[in-house]
């Protein structure tokens, strides 16, 4: 078949379009590509003109021409949305002028006596960069081509795009070039900033440039000088928390308007905004114009950090040295003092703030701090008293006052005090933090220095009870020596108290012997605290795993009164220490001379027993006041053992094996004279099992509990075993 005139012109085009399209790919800039493809269109269509229209924000601009087509080149820059919304889609041509009538462009080419034209759009998938206008002063036909022009539009964006991004890495290495060729960290800030803000003006094509740094005392950005060209830049922007960062900077990384703002940020923090303004030849700032400026930033972030570092490593370094100089002085004062007095002062002048140092019991030891701050240290104890405080804990005693920072001192496996220290900023650095170890550490040595003393003291009381709590005393001198050195006047009357401390199962649960016996020595110590705070007469100590009480007869003015109240001063004591736990007292005897101090010990612990057997609830109890128990306590030991052991032994030895406390079904039921129903009640069991309780008692020890000879016996024997339980 004859090829066709018409169709031999379009076979034609369509070639020397697909040779366009490879030698486009191939080119490296996107000057270059435009310029082959208007000489293209040029030498091939012998067209009056050809121009290159590219989108640039909301305007289409001339990006180049070819040919006599001066008139219609000065109508551009032209609002986008005053064209044709299809002329970025698809080819148009003269012959649409009168579908598109509200089409600016296609106004004008009409005006400037342009009789024939059509467009190629430069699109591909992703991008719509403009579009190709070819035309012709004179009427040619036009040729159906429309997908052939579509295509090749297609190509001419991708080469577009390909030559784009091999400018954008060229200038991004050439950038990197000027970077490391201009710039250091031996420079000034100044100097710095001045190079960094000429390189972001000449290479967006800016008509000025500046740096932004946040103060974040005064919370704003001030400007850096010097800037580059046009000085109209605020001195300060002012940061209000309630509003967003763009409404400082709009155009913060944004193209398409006449400025751009690029966040400086170094460890996810932004310090500082690099800013350009105005474009050279009244156009708007591109994608490129941002990616330039990011490398810019990205840099300038670098260089910031690295000299951040470096001046804090010089100010680190400073204040290691008054560090060190102040730990030398500190330890000094630990040698030389035994007191907290001078470590506080020294601590307060180091943090420039109030100190309070406390026991671990919350009371204050020494602080360094204003007459008018004195309220704090009421205000610290109940926070420490109601809440679990860990190392490094802030607290805000009082709003609108600077917080404490409260940090535990801890010795070997033991709570010795608390370190509070008033922080002005409420913040802590790696330097500060090691300046508060220290702190601790110094504070630790002066807790373990007085620990020593008073194991010292413990030791001596040990000694002293060791010698006086005898039958029969062999070194009287000794114990005199030792009471002197507690002030402690031994001719006096005195009694000796007998304390136990019970620690409730969910205390024990888990825990070894020697960790229950470490809880118990917190209580006591608590203890201690209290009972030394209402008299400073009284003697404690611990002996053979007893908690001990050698109180003077002479504070008893009223006996009943002062050891209720002796008792609740205790289990108040108790109750601080937040150990779940139970306190029994045990009372001896009054004690004339050296000789009697151990008939009154062993008084108090037979005393101990029966308040724990027979009075629980009330909690403590004196020799003096256990009626018939006090004439069963001076019978002779073998004698008492026979008859606990004839009257009751098969009855112990069952309870042993059956885990059946039969013994205090018997006790409680001798104690109600025989009444079934007030036995029943108090042990919270029905009638019927506690008949059945006392039927197998009298089976087991062979006797009739409804004679009165049998109850005696029995009871007598219930308070031999109450007052030697230890044995038994």
């Given at each position: 078949m004859?090829?066709?005139?018409?169709?031999?012109?379009?076979?034609?085009?369509?070639?020397?379009?697909?040779?366009?399209?490879?030698?486009?790919?191939?080119?490296?800039?996107?000057?270059?590509?435009?310029?082959?493809?208007i000489e293209s269109f040029k030498s091939e269509l012998y067209c009056d003109f050809v121009g290159v229209i590219l989108a640039d924000a909301d305007e289409f601009v001339p990006k180049a021409w070819g040919g006599n087509a001066n008139e219609l080149s000065n109508v551009f820059p032209m609002e986008i949305e005053k064209c044709s919304p299809l002329i970025l889609g698809q080819s148009l041509h003269s012959k649409e002028t009168n579908k598109q009538e509200d089409c600016i462009l296609m106004a004008k080419l009409k005006?400037?006596?342009?009789?024939?034209?059509?467009?190629?759009?430069?699109?591909?998938?992703?991008?719509?960069?403009?579009?190709?206008?070819?035309?012709?002063?004179?009427?040619?036909?036009?040729?159906?081509?429309?997908?052939?022009?579509?295509?090749?539009?297609?190509?001419?964006?991708?080469?577009?795009?390909?030559?784009?991004?091999?400018?954008?890495?060229?200038?991004?290495?050439?950038?990197?070039e000027w970077i490391s060729r201009n710039l250091s960290i031996n420079q000034s800030?100044?100097?710095?900033?001045?190079?960094?803000?000429?390189?972001?003006?000449?290479?967006?094509?800016?008509?000025?440039?500046?740096?932004?740094?946040?103060?974040?005392?005064?919370?704003?950005?001030?400007?850096?000088?010097?800037?580059?060209?046009?000085?109209?830049?605020?001195?300060?922007?002012?940061?209000?928390?309630?509003?967003?960062?763009?409404?400082?900077?709009?155009?913060?990384?944004?193209?398409?308007?006449?400025?751009?703002?690029?966040?400086?940020?170094?460890?996810l923090k932004t310090i500082g905004v690099l800013q350009v303004g105005n474009k050279n030849g009244n156009l708007l700032f591109s994608e490129d114009d941002v990616n330039t400026l990011k490398l810019l930033s990205d840099h300038i972030a670098i260089l910031l950090k690295n000299a951040l570092l470096y001046n804090l490593e010089k100010d680190n370094r400073k204040r290691l040295h008054i560090l060190l100089d102040y730990q030398q002085a500190l330890v000094k004062e630990t040698v030389v003092n035994d007191d907290f007095h001078g470590v506080t002062k020294m601590l307060a002048e180091l943090y420039g703030g109030s100190v309070i140092l406390l026991d671990r019991f919350f009371h204050p030891l020494s602080y360094k701090i204003e007459e008018s701050e004195l309220g704090d240290i009421g205000k610290l104890r109940e926070v420490l008293e109601n809440e679990r405080i860990r190392t490094g804990t802030f607290k805000v005693l009082e709003q609108g006052r600077p917080p404490f920072l409260i940090s535990p001192i801890n010795g070997v496996n033991a709570l010795l005090g608390y370190l509070a220290i008033c922080i002005n900023n409420g913040d802590l650095d790696e330097f500060d933090q090691l300046t508060v170890e220290l702190s601790r550490n110094i504070c630790s040595i002066q807790f373990i220095k007085q620990k020593l003393v008073l194991d010292a003291d413990k030791q001596a009381k040990d000694t002293l009870m060791s010698k006086l709590l005898v039958k029969n005393i062999e070194d009287d001198q000794s114990i005199l020596q030792y009471a002197n050195l507690f002030q402690w006047d031994i001719f006096k009357p005195h009694r000796v108290a007998n304390l136990a401390i019970d620690l409730a199962e969910s205390e024990v649960a888990g825990l070894n012997l020697f960790e229950q016996t470490a809880k118990k020595s917190i209580v006591w110590d608590y203890i201690n605290e209290g009972i030394t705070l209402k008299s400073k007469k009284i003697?404690?100590?611990?002996?053979?795993?007893?908690?001990?009480?050698?109180?003077?007869?002479?504070?008893?003015?009223?006996?009943?009164?002062?050891?209720?109240?002796?008792?609740?001063?205790?289990?108040?004591?108790?109750?601080?220490?937040?150990?779940?736990?139970?306190?029994?007292?045990?009372?001896?005897?009054?004690?004339?001379?050296?000789?009697?101090?151990?008939?009154?010990?062993?008084?108090?612990?037979?005393?101990?027993?029966?308040?724990?057997?027979?009075?629980?609830s009330k909690g403590y109890s004196l020799f003096e006041e256990i009626g018939s128990y006090t004439i069963l306590h001076d019978l002779n030991f073998s004698v008492v053992t026979t008859f606990i052991e004839s009257q009751l032994g098969v009855l112990l030895d069952f309870t042993d094996k059956k885990n059946s406390d039969l013994l205090q079904t018997l006790s409680t039921y001798l104690q109600h004279n025989g009444n079934a129903k007030g036995t029943s009640e108090e042990l919270y069991i029905h009638r019927s099992s506690l008949l059945y309780r006392l039927e197998k008692i009298e089976s087991l020890l062979e006797i009739d509990l409804n004679d009165s000879e049998t109850r005696f016996n029995l009871m007598m024997a219930i308070k031999l075993y109450d007052l030697n339980r230890q044995i038994f």
């Amino acid at each position: 078949m004859v090829e066709t005139k018409k169709e031999k012109i379009i076979n034609r085009l369509e070639h020397h379009l697909r040779m366009t399209s490879r030698q486009l790919i191939k080119m490296g800039t996107e000057e270059e590509a435009i310029h082959y493809l208007i000489e293209s269109f040029k030498s091939e269509l012998y067209c009056d003109f050809v121009g290159v229209i590219l989108a640039d924000a909301d305007e289409f601009v001339p990006k180049a021409w070819g040919g006599n087509a001066n008139e219609l080149s000065n109508v551009f820059p032209m609002e986008i949305e005053k064209c044709s919304p299809l002329i970025l889609g698809q080819s148009l041509h003269s012959k649409e002028t009168n579908k598109q009538e509200d089409c600016i462009l296609m106004a004008k080419l009409k005006e400037t006596g342009v009789k024939t034209w059509f467009t190629v759009p430069l699109t591909d998938d992703v991008h719509r960069f403009g579009f190709c206008i070819i035309g012709f002063f004179t009427y040619v036909p036009l040729l159906e081509m429309d997908k052939i022009f579509d295509e090749f539009g297609k190509d001419v964006a991708i080469a577009i795009s390909l030559a784009r991004r091999k400018d954008q890495q060229l200038r991004k290495i050439e950038g990197i070039e000027w970077i490391s060729r201009n710039l250091s960290i031996n420079q000034s800030l100044k100097e710095n900033i001045n190079e960094f803000t000429i390189r972001a003006g000449l290479g967006t094509n800016a008509q000025s440039a500046c740096i932004y740094l946040f103060n974040e005392k005064e919370n704003c950005f001030d400007l850096q000088v010097p800037v580059f060209g046009i000085k109209d830049f605020d001195e300060k922007v002012i940061v209000d928390h309630k509003n967003t960062f763009k409404e400082y900077f709009p155009f913060i990384e944004k193209s398409g308007g006449h400025q751009i703002t690029i966040p400086i940020v170094v460890d996810l923090k932004t310090i500082g905004v690099l800013q350009v303004g105005n474009k050279n030849g009244n156009l708007l700032f591109s994608e490129d114009d941002v990616n330039t400026l990011k490398l810019l930033s990205d840099h300038i972030a670098i260089l910031l950090k690295n000299a951040l570092l470096y001046n804090l490593e010089k100010d680190n370094r400073k204040r290691l040295h008054i560090l060190l100089d102040y730990q030398q002085a500190l330890v000094k004062e630990t040698v030389v003092n035994d007191d907290f007095h001078g470590v506080t002062k020294m601590l307060a002048e180091l943090y420039g703030g109030s100190v309070i140092l406390l026991d671990r019991f919350f009371h204050p030891l020494s602080y360094k701090i204003e007459e008018s701050e004195l309220g704090d240290i009421g205000k610290l104890r109940e926070v420490l008293e109601n809440e679990r405080i860990r190392t490094g804990t802030f607290k805000v005693l009082e709003q609108g006052r600077p917080p404490f920072l409260i940090s535990p001192i801890n010795g070997v496996n033991a709570l010795l005090g608390y370190l509070a220290i008033c922080i002005n900023n409420g913040d802590l650095d790696e330097f500060d933090q090691l300046t508060v170890e220290l702190s601790r550490n110094i504070c630790s040595i002066q807790f373990i220095k007085q620990k020593l003393v008073l194991d010292a003291d413990k030791q001596a009381k040990d000694t002293l009870m060791s010698k006086l709590l005898v039958k029969n005393i062999e070194d009287d001198q000794s114990i005199l020596q030792y009471a002197n050195l507690f002030q402690w006047d031994i001719f006096k009357p005195h009694r000796v108290a007998n304390l136990a401390i019970d620690l409730a199962e969910s205390e024990v649960a888990g825990l070894n012997l020697f960790e229950q016996t470490a809880k118990k020595s917190i209580v006591w110590d608590y203890i201690n605290e209290g009972i030394t705070l209402k008299s400073k007469k009284i003697l404690m100590a611990t002996f053979s795993e007893h908690f001990l009480f050698i109180v003077p007869i002479e504070d008893e003015k009223n006996r009943k009164q002062f050891w209720m109240d002796f008792y609740k001063t205790v289990r108040k004591a108790v109750s601080k220490s937040m150990i779940k736990c139970e306190v029994h007292l045990g009372i001896g005897s009054k004690v004339e001379n050296m000789n009697e101090y151990f008939n009154s010990y062993e008084q108090s612990l037979q005393v101990l027993n029966v308040v724990k057997s027979r009075f629980k609830s009330k909690g403590y109890s004196l020799f003096e006041e256990i009626g018939s128990y006090t004439i069963l306590h001076d019978l002779n030991f073998s004698v008492v053992t026979t008859f606990i052991e004839s009257q009751l032994g098969v009855l112990l030895d069952f309870t042993d094996k059956k885990n059946s406390d039969l013994l205090q079904t018997l006790s409680t039921y001798l104690q109600h004279n025989g009444n079934a129903k007030g036995t029943s009640e108090e042990l919270y069991i029905h009638r019927s099992s506690l008949l059945y309780r006392l039927e197998k008692i009298e089976s087991l020890l062979e006797i009739d509990l409804n004679d009165s000879e049998t109850r005696f016996n029995l009871m007598m024997a219930i308070k031999l075993y109450d007052l030697n339980r230890q044995i038994f």
